[in-house]
């Protein structure tokens, strides 16, 4: 079982920190894991420009977007981890899913059937979480993949946290975020056995 890890966040603070335990909490039942940032990463906006049409080799673009086409296509999971930002994800997650349009015009079929799990960050208790994991949601099921949220009763759409604006201290000490956390990775390793026919 090969999960990837993404975290949009441009600092290494909660959204890491949250996405490294989910990493390390799927390697503890025997997952393989791999993990990117977007922290200090160059990742250009998508131009539109159909080069990725036309040539069906990848991108114009020759920058740290090859890591994440590479392990995209390695994984059986995805996790996607952002901090809000006016609500919504941030500007380098979002350009990096726009990003991803070059690998499914090379193979539409590249992502179906991977299974996708969301995580949002917040500094304000209702700060735009669920937004922002419906976004990742919306990337999921465009490309084809399964969204896994944590159930009823706390985690209907994924993990969400309140950070307090405390960065990873804030994030660490959101018990109530673990929990959720931990809740909807069981489901998305559930749903990966299921998948696998473990």
């Not at 193979?107 to 059937?113: A, E, H, I, S």
């Not at 949220?149 to 018990?175: C, M, P, Y």
Request: charged content about 30%; hydrophobic content about 35%; aromatic content about 10%.
């Amino acid at each position: 079982m090969k999960v990837f890890g993404i975290s949009g966040s441009p600092r290494l603070q909660g959204t890491h920190f949250a996405v490294n335990y989910a990493l390390n909490y799927l390697k503890e039942k025997g997952a393989e894991v791999r993990y990117f940032s977007v922290s200090r990463k160059k990742i250009n906006f998508c131009l539109h420009c159909d080069y990725c049409i036309k040539k069906k080799e990848g991108c114009i673009h020759k920058d740290d977007m090859e890591e994440v086409y590479e392990n995209l296509i390695w994984a059986d999971g995805v996790i996607i981890g952002t901090p809000v930002y006016q609500g919504n994800v941030t500007g380098q997650l979002k350009t990096l899913m726009d990003r991803c349009r070059a690998i499914l015009a090379k193979n539409p079929k590249v992502l179906r059937g991977r299974v996708g799990m969301a995580i949002a960050v917040g500094g304000d208790r209702n700060g735009g979480q669920e937004i922002a994991l419906r976004t990742i949601h919306d990337f999921f099921i465009i490309n084809e993949m399964i969204p896994v949220g944590g159930g009823s009763f706390g985690a209907n759409l994924g993990a969400t946290f309140w950070s307090k604006d405390r960065g990873k201290k804030g994030v660490e000490e959101d018990e109530e975020g673990l929990r959720v956390l931990r809740k909807t990775l069981n489901r998305f390793y559930e749903v990966l056995k299921e998948k696998r026919g473990l």
